[in-house]
């Protein structure tokens, strides 16, 4: 079966730019997660979506960060007005229950911002 | 100080000996997971605990909730065992990581 799917792979744009990460998870998994991982750096949880509940988007590390989850599947992660500090990899995960299920990691999309 | 320590940080072990890689905590949790990403960067979720033990093949994983601590144990260490070993916290919806064991097996 599927796993977590993320596009791109990698992305590499300018600073300033717009960028929009996308995240498919496991059919039927309700829980959605999205993490950064900064070079050498340890994970950062980012929001998690948890069925139709309004996501809590205190851990979003500024307001140029948005998520949405459409239809309870497919979830997109926005980075507005780009800034090389964004450069991390941005990982998904997914899981039938909420945080204390067993999670399901996506290959992450590694973000270059010049 | 880290609310989710990890230690050791670096650990280098010849195949066949019993690793242990240590995570303490300082904050109410829900569950602890042990997660293990591999050099290409890829991420496994190994175990997750809210209290006992649990075995999965030559992996153990243990957690005392009184003593806020956990460990993970590897038996008969493999070369393919290298990797880094995450612990990660449930604090109130709230995921909180260590920082990483980075785990080196040789042949």
């Known amino acids: 079966g599927a796993g977590v799917s993320q596009s791109p792979s990698n992305k590499v744009t300018e600073k300033g730019k717009d960028v929009e990460l996308r995240c498919d998870p496991i059919?039927?998994?309700?829980?959605l997660y999205w993490y950064r991982q900064s070079l050498g750096q340890g994970l950062e949880f980012l929001i998690y979506f948890q069925g139709n509940s309004a996501p809590d988007k205190s851990g979003l590390p500024s307001d140029r960060f948005s998520a949405e989850r459409t239809g309870g599947s497919v979830s997109t992660l926005t980075i507005q007005r780009t800034q090389q500090e964004d450069s991390a990899v941005y990982l998904c995960?997914?899981?039938?229950?909420?945080?204390?299920?067993?999670?399901?990691f996506g290959p992450g999309t590694r973000l270059t911002v010049l | 100080k880290n609310e989710v320590e990890q230690s050791p940080q670096n650990l280098t072990a010849q195949e066949g000996e019993f690793i242990t890689i240590n995570c303490s905590y300082s904050v109410g949790i829900s569950a602890l997971h042990w997660l293990q990403q591999h050099p290409g960067g890829g991420i496994v979720s190994l175990f997750m605990?809210?209290?006992g033990k649990k075995k999965h093949g030559r992996l153990i994983a243990t957690i005392n909730i009184q003593e806020k601590h956990s460990s993970l144990h590897i038996t008969a260490s493999h070369p393919r065992d290298s990797a880094v070993y995450i612990c990660?916290?449930?604090?109130?919806?709230?995921?909180?990581f260590g920082a990483g064991t980075r785990l080196t097996v040789k042949p």
């Open positions: 990660a916290v449930n604090h109130n919806n709230d995921m909180r």
């Open positions: 995960a997914s899981s039938f229950g909420g945080l204390d299920d067993e999670q399901f």
């Open positions: 059919s039927g998994h309700t829980a």
């Open positions: 605990l809210s209290s």
